[in-house]
């Protein structure tokens, strides 16, 4: 088992910057590839950017060039620097962990970017 515990959520001016941490427990050596996903109200929990153990990045089209996704492999904590955030960022942000056999997900947290 894993668990995942999401952190840094907030409210923040248009251009502003958070910076959201995940810390994993438990069963952290089967952890894969890990990413943030979020999902905003009345839509589908999509895809924000992810990460592999070797640092392999991938990042949705909406971010790119404005978050960075990074991973402490000895912290077991997943983090997202998020920059120049825009009100259409408002969602709740997830914490993903996929192992060979399954994904694990955080609570959440809260991010409000005000215009």
């Known amino acids: 088992q894993v668990q995942l515990v999401e952190s840094g959520g907030g409210l923040v001016q248009a251009g502003g910057s958070l910076r959201l941490s995940c810390a994993a427990s438990?069963?952290?050596?089967?952890?894969?590839?890990m990413g943030w996903y979020h999902q905003a109200p009345g839509k589908q929990r999509a895809l924000v950017a992810s990460?592999?153990?070797?640092?392999?990045?991938n990042y949705a089209d909406s971010v790119k060039g404005r978050f960075t996704i990074s991973r402490d492999i000895a912290k077991n904590t997943l983090y997202l620097q998020m920059n120049s955030l825009k009100p259409e960022d408002t969602a709740v942000y997830y914490c993903?962990?996929?192992?060979?056999?399954?994904?694990?997900w955080g609570q959440g947290t809260q991010v409000t970017v005000s215009s």
């Open positions: 993903n962990a996929k192992t060979y056999s399954r994904d694990y």
């Open positions: 990460i592999s153990v070797g640092g392999f990045t």
């Open positions: 438990g069963s952290t050596r089967t952890l894969n590839t």
